[in-house]
Every structure is written in C-alpha cells, then in structure tokens.
C-alpha cells in the first residue's frame, strides 16, 4: 500500500516571501500521480498542482511550483511570493495510474497548516 | 457549472440515530468515493464506487454504507451512529480516468453525541 508523509505539521512564512512544503511518499508503482491541495477555512478541498510520475519536468502554476524527485519519492510544493490568502491547510496526495477497473483513490498526508505573516 | 453537492453541510444528532448525506454530481462521472478528514490523520476513504451499482470499500468502512442507483448519487448511511464517527466528510467524483483530477463537495461536518 502507498502511504505519504507530511512531516511539519505547521509552517510560517512571511507575507511576499518563499516557502516550501515538504512531502514524501512510498510506493512500488513506477506510474502514478502527485497532487497538492489546499483547504482554507471554508473547508473547501481545492486543487493547486499536479504531477505525472512519468513527466521529469517538474509542474508549475504561477506562483506554485514542485520540485519532483522520483528516485528519492519527494513532492515538495514551493509557493513564490507568498499572499495572505495563501494561509491554509496543505495536503499531498498520491494516485495510481489507472484507466478503468480499479479504485483511482487519493492517499493523502497529514496535511501542514501554512499561516502568512503581514 | 460542474459541481459535486453535499447535503448537509452541518448536522449534529445522537448516537444511533440513522442519518443520510447525500451527494450528487452532474458531471456524468463514473467514478465516486467518501473520504473522512479528522485531524492528525488528513483525508482517508470510506467507501467508493465505479459505476452504478458498483461500490466497494476503501479504507475505513466500519460502521457505514452506501448505494449506487443513480450515475449522479453517491449517499453515506450511517445506520446507527457513535460518536468516533464524529468527522469532517467529503464526496468526491472523477472520470475513471486517473488523469481526470477528482472534484470534491464542500464537505459536511457530522457531530455525533
């Protein structure tokens, strides 16, 4: 079974600064997926970036980047100039490849929680 | 606009009183599944489902059901709720295809006392 780690549970960062969040994972699966998650207050789960395993170029969205080490089974999520309403909770996420016929579940982490400072 | 409903999105009852939470989808996806998020423990999955009347366990199914009738709803049963399972729920739904990111509900916080 596929586990992800998240092991900071809290994180800081100053309001236009950098900050990376750390994830790693376990898996003997060579194809898979990579996903970070934010959840604000409101609760709500949503999507900030993913990864294919197969792809060496790590993603990017913005001001969201990852850097993707798959023989070290590393996901870390940097976020650039960071913005007040950047604070939330962060999950990392793991999927395997699958077209049909299987269960295309989430494994998640912990999560971190992520304050900004003005 | 593509969406996945969950209702309600707050409910506090007692133990062993049944309980329904719906959810439904209008993005014609195949693919459904219930997470509970507790803290310390992040998302975990309940129960999930590959077409209609196709479902399974994921990895905390004790103490709840579902059912697949319909394409587009995806229900957790709590037949007779306690108390551990006072928890933060999501739905979540997505192409079969693990390349289709999954959209999920807005969560409904369950409080059993």
């Known amino acids: 079974a596929q586990t992800v780690t998240q092991s900071q549970p809290e994180m800081s960062v100053q309001e236009a600064e950098t900050v990376t969040l750390s994830c790693t994972y376990d898996t003997s699966e060579s194809d898979y997926y990579l996903f970070w998650y934010k959840q604000p207050p409101s609760r709500q789960m949503i999507l900030v970036i993913r990864q294919e395993a197969y792809k060496q170029q790590n993603a990017t969205e913005n001001r969201f980047s990852v850097n993707f080490q798959k023989a070290a089974k590393s996901f870390s999520l940097k976020i650039s100039d960071s913005q007040l309403g950047d604070a939330a909770m962060y999950f990392c996420?793991?999927?395997?490849?699958?077209?049909?016929?299987?269960?295309?579940?989430?494994?998640f982490g912990k999560g971190i929680t992520l304050s900004v400072r003005p | 606009e593509a969406q996945v409903t969950q209702n309600p999105r707050y409910l506090i009852t007692v133990t062993g009183k049944k309980l329904t939470v719906t959810c439904s989808q209008n993005?014609?996806?195949?693919?459904m599944s219930w997470y509970r998020q507790d803290p310390g423990l992040g998302l975990r999955q309940i129960y999930y489902?590959?077409?209609?009347?196709?479902?399974d366990k994921g990895d905390v199914p004790e103490g709840y059901k579902v059912s697949r009738k319909e394409k587009r709803n995806f229900p957790l049963i709590l037949e007779s709720p306690s108390p551990n399972q006072t928890s933060l729920y999501f739905c979540?739904?997505?192409?079969?295809?693990?390349?289709?990111?999954?959209?999920f509900g807005d969560g409904t916080r369950l409080s059993i006392l």
């Open positions: 996420a793991y999927r395997s490849y699958t077209l049909t016929g299987a269960n295309s579940k989430l494994t």
């Open positions: 489902s590959m077409n209609v009347e196709v479902t």
């Open positions: 993005m014609n996806h195949e693919y």
């Open positions: 979540a739904s997505n192409q079969h295809d693990s390349n289709q990111p999954q959209h």
